[in-house]
């Protein structure tokens, strides 16, 4: 009994599992557990097969041109636009080249949040069609204003669709492709934008001062 109690008061170090050894044994629990979790857990592949993604990045990256090719269609012909409506220098600047500026950007912004949280609540497909068609729309109306207050109305509208269709094409990206293979997709997406606004600012200033500053918006709207 006293040989118990004594042991029990004063233990061996022998009994005592050394530093070594403890951080050797934690360090070999963690190891097998991990490999055990990534052995049992199943990689996320797309259901979709390679051809079908590929064709929706090609969709995407049309759809983003289209559409930033809206965004710029004026400014090379504002002073043909401001001559239609009577203003004069400062009028142009002010209304054309400022309020509507501000009135695309400041309704695509909250468009871009409100859309893109309808993403994970309702169909996508429809939702980015009509979308879409917000925008084509609005960019085909453009043609036939007559006064500035339709025109700054239908140049909000495609701000609120070009703020609205980003975050669905990359909701629907993000689904389509692995993590590793996300940054490429929208890289390409990316460069759809800037193709885009290139494309329609220089359409519009080759066309704008021989056939009128409201072709470009026919054209583009059209595909």
């Not at 701000?159 to 890289?187: F, H, N, Q, T, W």
């Not at 056939?211 to 470009?216: D, E, F, H, N, V």
Request: a neutral charge.
């Amino acid at each position: 009994m006293e040989d118990d109690r004594s042991r029990y008061l004063h233990p061996p170090e022998s009994d005592f599992l050394q530093p070594d050894d403890a951080a050797a044994s934690l360090s070999s629990g963690l190891g097998s557990s991990s490999a055990s979790a990534a052995a049992g857990a199943p990689q996320r592949r797309s259901p979709y097969p390679g051809r079908k993604r590929r064709w929706a990045v090609i969709l995407y990256f049309l759809t983003t041109t289209l559409l930033f090719a809206d965004q710029n269609l004026l400014a090379p012909n504002l002073s043909a636009a401001a001559a239609e409506f009577g203003f004069d220098d400062e009028e142009r600047d002010r209304k054309l080249g400022g309020n509507i500026a501000l009135a695309f950007w400041v309704l695509g912004a909250p468009a871009s949040f409100i859309i893109g949280s309808l993403a994970d609540v309702l169909p996508r497909a429809p939702l980015f069609a009509l979308t879409v068609g917000l925008g084509e729309g609005a960019c085909f109306a453009t043609y036939f204003t007559t006064t500035y207050r339709q025109l700054y109305v239908t140049r909000a509208l495609t701000g609120i669709s070009v703020g609205g269709a980003l975050p669905l094409i990359s909701s629907v990206l993000g689904d389509l492709y692995e993590a590793k293979d996300r940054p490429a997709v929208m890289a390409a997406v990316g460069i759809g934008m800037g193709t885009g606004i290139s494309v329609g600012q220089g359409l519009a200033g080759v066309l704008g001062p021989t056939y009128g500053w409201r072709l470009p918006f026919l054209l583009v709207s059209t595909p």
